[in-house]
């Protein structure tokens, strides 16, 4: 049971997150970038929360999107929402979990789902250079979050896990991305900012598995962690960002 999976967890690793609620850091961060864009799923929605926290500004925009396999229609996307008003830079997500479910339409273009994943960010990572340097503004490629699979599998499991393939394949995933990063002339202005690191440094607290956010702590005993968010954010617009 999660119950009991997330208190024996809490005991071994000495931590009280997920025993209580962790919804203020503290964390405070000044940065130039006054109007920022997130596009993506769940998971770039919370780097979203974090950034109002952690800036204090409200100057920003959240766009609900799974991203498409085929990268001139999300080409097309941001595109059409940044005619909306200025951005000094957009974060672009939603190329992880949701294309993890079997059957997704565009797996035909890979023997597997790493190679495929390879060719879709290798085509979207071209369209977000194309679009930086149409925009004048830096291009953040929001990376594959990785999961915890137990959290996900253990009594109550996620009610469309057999939909899946292997969780494993995430790790694969932001190991594909980093490499991308580093063998493709990408410019200065798109860059990687990898979740999966912040998952890796936090195991075991995120209470369905996928958000920091997640919180069922009336029902299994685990409460939010959505501020772990702050810190690792803050450094990536203190160094990454604001180099750009």
Known sequence: MKRNYFQAFRN??????????????????????ENIMFIGDSIVRE?????????????????AHYLPHRATLTRQLILDLARKSRHDAIFVGG????HL???????TRGESPISQHRLVVKDHLVVYKNISELLGVPIVFFGSMTVDAKTILLTPQKHDWRSY????????????ESDLFATEKLGPTVLHFRPAELAAECPGVRCDGI???????STYGCFTSEALWDHYLAMFLSKSLSAA
């Open 101 to 107: 479910v079997k059957g997704n339409d565009g797996c």
């Open 12 to 33: 071994f690793s000495s931590t009280r997150l997920s025993g209580e609620r962790f919804v203020t850091s503290g964390v405070r961060v000044e940065t130039q970038a």
């Open 165 to 176: 393939f292997d969780w494993s394949v995430m790790n694969i995933w932001d190991g594909v």
């Open 211 to 217: 958000h920091f956010a997640s919180d069922f702590g």
């Open 47 to 63: 780097a979203h929360s974090s950034y109002l926290r952690i800036t204090g500004k409200k100057a920003t925009f959240y766009a």
């Open 95 to 98: 190329l992880g979990l949701h």
